[in-house]
T-cell receptor, first 113, second 112 residues
Framework: DTGVSQDPRHKITKRGQNVTFRCDPI?????LYWYRQTLGQGPEFLTY????????KSRLLSNRFSAERPKGSFSTLEIQRTEQGDSAMYLC???????????FGQGTRLTVV | KQEVTQIPAALSVPEGENLVLNCSFT??????LQWFRQDPGKGLTSLLL?????REQTSGRLNASLDKSSGRSTLYIAASQPGDSATYLC???????????FGKGTKLSVIP
């Protein structure tokens, strides 16, 4: 059990650029979640996958955001035309089918300048 | 819409003290509640998961209780240590959903 891995850990980008983050869940976990956390706030749900199917999406996930999990293993979260308001920590989590207990990665901190 | 509130927002205690963190939620139709720990700039570590059928869950010096009818949970930390300094978050799932709604957390500082 190597834990949930996220890459990169930090990303600084200029406003208007596209960015992509990767999440590798714990190997036997078929559920994968993305959350966003801003300073002083709790994480906010973005989207959820069961295997390769994206089953839930938050209204926070504007049309500039897209997430994929093509083979039911790793996932990517892409933000197009980044805005300063996108600056946040992006957290990935995974869980087994039979439990809601979620294991979180270390997050990707995005700074849009 | 589920709302989760954590009180206090910050807490500073001397080492060795016992302490209680509070979490309240507006929709009592939950089937579990989780407590997490978050160190600065890091991800979340799951501490305890309480199912709705349970009233308490214990792990080492941590004890979490759940009272669904009143919409409250508490996290009790015994004999606090400086290494316990972190932000503690509680979270509940939505009805028929796997998404978690989090509180803003309680930032705990344990002074040596």
């Amino acid at each position: 059990d190597t834990g949930v891995s996220q890459d990169p850990r930090h990303k600084i980008t200029k406003r208007g650029q596209n960015v992509t983050f990767r999440c590798d869940p714990i190997s036997e976990h078929n559920r994968l979640y993305w959350y966003r956390q801003t300073l002083g706030q709790g994480p906010e749900f973005l989207t959820y996958f069961q295997n390769e199917a994206q089953l839930e999406k938050s209204r926070l996930l504007s049309n500039r955001f897209s997430a994929e999990r093509p083979k039911g293993s790793f996932s990517t979260l892409e933000i197009q035309r980044t805005e300063q308001g996108d600056s946040a920590m992006y957290l990935c989590a995974s869980s087994r089918r039979d439990t809601i207990k979620a294991f979180f990665g270390q997050g990707t901190r995005l700074t849009v300048v | 819409k589920q709302e989760v509130t954590q009180i206090p927002a910050a807490l500073s205690v001397p080492e060795g003290e016992n302490l209680v963190l509070n979490c309240s939620f507006t929709d009592s139709a939950i089937y579990n509640l989780q407590w997490f720990r978050q160190d600065p700039g890091k991800g979340l570590t799951s501490l305890l998961l309480i199912q709705s059928s349970q009233r308490e869950q214990t792990s080492g010096r941590l004890n979490a209780s759940l009272d669904k009818s009143s919409g409250r949970s508490t996290l009790y930390i015994a004999a606090s240590q400086p290494g316990d300094s972190a932000t503690y978050l509680c979270a509940v799932p939505g009805a028929g959903s796997y998404q978690l709604t989090f509180g803003k957390g309680t930032k705990l500082s344990v002074i040596p």
